[in-house]
């Protein structure tokens, strides 16, 4: 038995491997085109241990993926591979109608083929898990109860409009063809090997190299913080136990104001590695220009996935962003290695043009 992880070299993609092979000796194909943001430091871990293939490859290659689904016998995919930054997807749509739905259509394509003549025991056990994002349902307004997985499809930004486009394909492979599919919608996770293009670590980098950490418009935006670990058991629980052709929110109930979330960042810091003026990190902060169609408030109502899966996270938002910070801290040559390069392109196109 062996599974295929797409996109196993980014952010959750590597936590999920990890954590995978730390509870199971099940192994795991491991499929990135290593874009910018696939590492394979993430999972320098793993070197020599035979139970982790990794392969360089798009998921768009469909006779490859045909083949290593055959060759490996493979019994579940879970699909994590996209490109995942809202701003990048506002500077350049492309890589995003690309790779989350031409990619995810020949990825389909190819398991479907795979499915299609394995014998009926196998056809059986084979699942599809397409990881997937809260921000299909659009924004809500301070009143509104969080989203449900009955909520409408309403993405507001080219990154989740392809996201949502690649999760009504999932749903369509299931209901016209019968693939076993399973769709996990989940809220913003962060934790260790998070790119330093999104907020949290971003904050906490320039925090520790005295720039500024920028706030887009008001800092009111609300956004629901999981940590990646507790993503990844939700993940392992679906794929265990889910119903075929169901959908699961994924959210640790953890709303918070993203200038919330950078002063707690700031006053963690504080304590743990101190400014050497004696300031407080806070005193960085700095209101730049906002997100074009930036959504307002994100929330998940997760209860489904609790009382039909017994899910419940481990780590509440003070325990994980603790946690956090202190990898960063812990792991600074990681952070430097990613830093370097093409990394400085992005942040000059991003910021330079934002007034202050
Ligand atoms: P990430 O950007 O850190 O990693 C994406 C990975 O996919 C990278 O390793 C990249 O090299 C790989 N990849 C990109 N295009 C590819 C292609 N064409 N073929 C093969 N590999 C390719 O993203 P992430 O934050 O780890 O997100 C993973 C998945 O989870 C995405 O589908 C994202 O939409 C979803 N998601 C993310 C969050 C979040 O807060 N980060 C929340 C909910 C859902
Ligand atoms: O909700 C799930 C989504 O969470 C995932 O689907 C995406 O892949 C993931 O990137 C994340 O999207 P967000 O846009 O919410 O994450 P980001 O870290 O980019 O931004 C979080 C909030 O912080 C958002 O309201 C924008 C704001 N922000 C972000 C950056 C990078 C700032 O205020 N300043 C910044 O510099």
Redesign the pocket.
């Known amino acids: 038995m062996t599974i295929l992880v797409t996109g196993g070299a980014g952010f959750i993609g590597s936590n999920f491997v990890l954590d995978w092979l730390g509870q199971s000796d099940e192994p795991v194909v491991n499929l990135d085109k290593l874009t910018y943001a696939g590492n394979l430091q993430n999972l320098a871990s793993l070197q020599g241990d035979s139970r982790h293939v990794f392969v360089k490859a798009d998921i768009g290659d469909y006779d490859l993926i045909l083949s290593l689904l055959k060759q490996h016998g493979i019994r579940a995919v879970v699909n994590f591979a996209a490109e995942?930054?809202?701003?990048r997807s506002i500077h350049g749509p492309e890589d995003f109608i690309q790779t989350n739905i031409v990619g995810s259509f020949r990825l389909l394509e190819a398991v479907r083929a795979y499915w299609n003549g394995l014998q009926p025991a196998a056809k059986d056990e084979f699942h599809f898990l397409h990881v997937s994002?809260?921000?299909v349902y659009g924004s809500l307004e301070k009143q509104d109860p969080p989203f449900a997985e009955t909520h409408q499809y309403q993405p507001n930004s080219p990154?989740?409009a392809s996201?949502a486009a690649s999760d009504h394909l999932v749903r369509a492979y299931h209901h016209t063809y019968g693939l076993p599919v399973l769709t996990t919608n989940?809220?913003?996770?962060y934790g260790p090997y998070h790119f330093p293009?999104?907020?949290?670590p971003?904050c906490i980098q320039n925090a520790l190299t005295g720039k500024p950490l920028?706030?887009?418009?008001d800092?009111q935006?609300i956004?629901d913080w999981l940590y990646v670990k507790d993503h990844c058991s939700a993940i392992r629980r679906v794929l265990e136990a889910g119903r075929v052709g169901e959908v699961y929110n994924v959210g640790g109930w953890n709303e918070k104001a993203?200038l919330d979330v950078v002063n707690t960042l700031c006053a963690i810091l504080d304590e743990l590695k101190p400014r050497t003026d004696g300031k407080s990190y806070a005193e960085q902060i700095t209101y730049?220009t906002d997100?074009p169609g930036?959504?307002r408030r994100?929330a998940i109502d997760a209860s489904k996935l609790e009382r039909e899966l017994g899910w419940r996270p481990a780590e509440t938002f003070e325990t994980g962003i603790r946690k956090t910070v202190q990898w960063y801290l812990d792991h600074q040559a990681w952070v430097e290695n990613v830093v370097s390069g093409d990394y400085q392109s992005w942040v000059e196109k991003n910021?330079s043009d934002r007034v202050a």
């Open positions: 995942s930054h809202v701003d994002t809260d921000e990154y989740s996201k989940c809220s913003n996770n293009e999104k907020l949290i971003l920028p706030i887009y418009g800092g935006q956004r993203n730049v997100r930036h959504d994100y910021y």
